[in-house]
């Protein structure tokens, strides 16, 4: 109680660091939903915002220094790389969203029936868990990857292996809270199937942690599939991708725009996502001292 | 105490083959054919060379023999050969791992001799420039990507100012020091060799950079979350009305308890620069595991993707234990 009492005062005396608060509270994480937004419109509208097409080959144009004409410059094929990177911003989102987002479904799912089940069920799909994470998630996907053969659809299939074992995990230890708590008795006792108190009342109930390790790791996942892109697993050529740009320019030294812009477009995507999923959880969770 | 151990090394070893199963299923459920992937068209086109090459290295087995074939032939310590590079993997994985290992260690003590420091002042003067300093650090270390990093540090300090050697643990026309270990930092110093020395550290500045970037983030966070943790705890409050200056209070009271969390997120992320740094390895020529697995995974080198599966499973399942071992020594209510 004393504690709110003096942090009252504190506001009243020093309105600065009551502004300086609500930036920490809402600055930040707003940051971050401006950059994701802006990426997002970005993506939607490609085709309005460059004269050029990413795949339009001109040698005589090659490794042009940023200029009027080419604001980025143009790379080894002398594409523009502005327009290769405003197009490219729809696979990253897009295969970074629905890896996360794939995997967390289906993550849960499992957590949650693991959780429910308890007994035998529970032991084996959380050794199966243990299994998956005890990999480092590149090399694994690296490896399946390979083996499936290039292109984006391989590549996240890839990736979606080695992602949904820490959902699991995550919903199976939220879910092991709740399972013990009144209203899922309540539940049972009114004679709901299982299927029914999992998906309608323990799951709702244990969401918080859920959202906000989706939204710091869509970032992640961006990063993943641009390393990918970057190790020639990703997406097959022409195709403009962050990752496989920054690896066409990474001999280029003295050409530096052709592999910087790309990696600053990657680096600004997983700071928004970063800065939005740090408010998220400050948000769900006031009690967390986390930045 | 023994018992603890030894329970927990079984459960590793059972999961080591496990995994080693597991990367076995994957790599022969897959559409990949290896003997495609390793003789090029000319070759795969003619079908007596094509059945040769799968006899030769037991493709054309079932999956069962193949893996008992495996799991035999590693009871007698064998890992099988390389189909890339026709050696014993073995002997693969021994070559590359050193340069692995320096690596890593020297990138991991990088990041947590200046991360935990970072990350105990952040917590204790929170909210004053040093706590925004860390934070804007740490979450541009762990939202760069490596890959893109390790170019803008070689195209500023390597091409750009000159300052930096380029690609590879040594210059191009040093010798490597007499192979005792195979970490260059430490042989060149039995061998007495400074010259040598100091070229594999110059080497070492920026790729272990690169390396650091990501877990120091990781680890900065962690220390500042949990400082903050320990800091409202009774025996704090107990400490400070003792009259124990705060420095004390700091190191002796909150320090150990808050490194519990640190040493295990620390831990695994050590694990995954040891196993992990395809990237980095990649861009700076590092002839280390990381770019052995890529080259393996590409080539759809199926012996060697195994061999590194254990290693990999190995380390990861050694490092726990450490770790698990550790919170012993941090915390003695464990071992009860």
């Known amino acids: 109680?004393?504690?709110?009492?003096?942090?009252?005062?504190?506001?009243?005396?020093?309105?600065?660091?009551?502004?300086?608060?609500?930036?920490?509270?809402?600055?930040?994480?707003?940051?971050?939903?401006?950059?994701?937004?802006?990426?997002?419109?970005?993506?939607?509208?490609?085709?309005?915002l460059t004269p050029y097409t990413p795949e339009l080959v001109d040698v005589t144009k090659r490794l042009q220094p940023p200029s009027q004409l080419h604001w980025l410059g143009t790379d080894m094929l002398g594409r523009d790389v502005l327009t290769r990177l405003i197009f490219g911003a729809r696979i990253s989102l897009f295969t970074g969203i629905v890896v996360v987002l794939v995997a967390a479904v289906f993550g849960t799912l499992v957590g949650g029936i693991a959780a429910y089940a308890r007994g035998k069920t529970e032991e084996v799909v959380m050794r199966i868990t243990d299994l998956v994470l005890c990999f480092p998630p590149i090399i694994l996907a690296l490896a399946i990857a390979a083996a499936l053969g290039i292109g984006a659809t391989n590549t996240i299939i890839a990736m979606l292996v080695v992602w949904w074992p820490k959902f699991a995990r995550l919903a199976r230890s939220m879910i092991i809270v709740q399972r013990s708590q009144e209203y899922v008795e309540a539940a049972v006792v009114v004679g709901y199937s299982p299927a029914r108190i999992l998906l309608r009342h323990i799951i709702p109930n244990s969401v918080?942690?859920?959202?906000?390790?989706?939204?710091?790791?869509?970032?992640?996942?961006?990063?993943?599939?641009?390393?990918?892109?970057?190790?020639?697993?990703?997406?097959?050529?022409?195709?403009?991708?962050?990752?496989?740009?920054?690896?066409?320019?990474?001999?280029?030294?003295?050409?530096?725009?052709?592999?910087?812009?790309?990696?600053?477009?990657?680096?600004?995507?997983?700071?928004?996502?970063?800065?939005?999923?740090?408010?998220?959880?400050?948000?769900?969770?006031?009690?967390?001292?986390?930045? | 105490m023994p018992r603890y151990i030894v329970s927990r090394l079984g459960l590793a070893v059972v999961m080591a083959l496990l995994a080693t199963l597991v990367i076995f299923l994957i790599a022969n459920t897959v559409?990949?054919?290896?003997?495609?992937?390793?003789?090029?068209?000319?070759?795969?086109?003619?079908?007596?060379?094509?059945?040769?090459?799968?006899?030769?290295?037991?493709?054309?087995?079932?999956?069962?023999?193949?893996?008992?074939?495996?799991?035999?032939?590693?009871?007698?310590?064998?890992?099988?050969?390389?189909?890339?590079?026709?050696?014993?993997?073995?002997?693969?994985?021994?070559?590359?791992?050193?340069?692995?290992?320096?690596?890593a260690t020297v990138g991991f003590l990088l990041s947590a001799v200046i991360g935990v420091p970072l990350g105990v002042i952040a917590a204790v003067r929170r909210d004053s420039w040093v706590d925004h300093v860390a934070r804007f650090v740490s979450l541009i270390g762990v939202s760069s990507p490596t890959f893109w990093l390790a170019f803008i540090m070689l195209a500023i300090f390597y091409g750009e100012l000159q300052i930096a050697p380029g690609p590879g643990r040594l210059d191009p026309i040093a010798f490597a020091p007499p192979n005792v270990t195979g970490l260059f930092l430490i042989d060149s110093i039995f061998a007495g060799d400074w010259n040598t020395f100091r070229d594999a550290l110059a080497h070492l500045v920026l790729p272990s950079i690169v390396l650091a970037a990501a877990t120091l983030g990781l680890i900065t966070r962690t220390t500042r979350a949990s400082v903050l943790e320990c800091m409202h705890q009774d025996y704090v409050r107990v400490a400070r009305a003792k009259g124990l200056s705060e420095r004390k209070i700091v190191m002796r009271h909150i320090l150990p308890n808050a490194l519990i969390p640190v040493v295990t997120l620390g831990g695994l992320a050590y694990a995954n620069l040891l196993t992990g740094a395809v990237m980095t390895e990649t861009i700076f020529s590092w002839p280390g595991l990381g770019r052995y697995t890529f080259r393996s995974a590409a080539a759809l080198d199926f012996p060697a993707i195994m061999g590194i599966t254990l290693v990999v499973a190995v380390t990861y399942l050694i490092i726990n234990l450490l770790i698990d071992i550790s919170y012993a020594l941090l915390d003695p209510r464990v071992i009860r």
């Open chain 1, 208 to 291: 918080g942690p859920l959202i906000v390790l989706v939204t710091l790791d869509v970032g992640n996942a961006i990063i993943t599939f641009a390393g990918l892109s970057f190790l020639g697993l990703g997406v097959v050529p022409p195709t403009p991708e962050w990752g496989s740009m920054v690896s066409e320019g990474r001999e280029l030294i003295e050409q530096w725009w052709v592999a910087t812009f790309p990696g600053l477009a990657i680096l600004s995507i997983v700071l928004g996502f970063n800065f939005m999923g740090d408010g998220v959880r400050d948000w769900l969770d006031p009690k967390s001292r986390r930045w």
């Open chain 1, 1 to 48: 109680m004393s504690v709110t009492a003096q942090a009252g005062v504190i506001a009243v005396d020093k309105p600065k660091s009551l502004w300086r608060r609500n930036f920490r509270r809402y600055g930040l994480p707003g940051i971050g939903a401006a950059i994701i937004v802006l990426w997002v419109l970005v993506a939607i509208f490609a085709p309005l």
């Open chain 2, 31 to 103: 559409p990949g054919d290896p003997a495609l992937a390793q003789l090029g068209d000319l070759a795969a086109s003619n079908p007596d060379f094509l059945k040769a090459f799968r006899a030769k290295w037991a493709l054309d087995e079932p999956l069962w023999t193949r893996y008992f074939i495996f799991l035999k032939e590693l009871a007698h310590g064998d890992l099988g050969m390389s189909i890339a590079s026709q050696r014993p993997v073995l002997d693969d994985i021994k070559n590359y791992a050193p340069a692995t290992i320096e690596l």
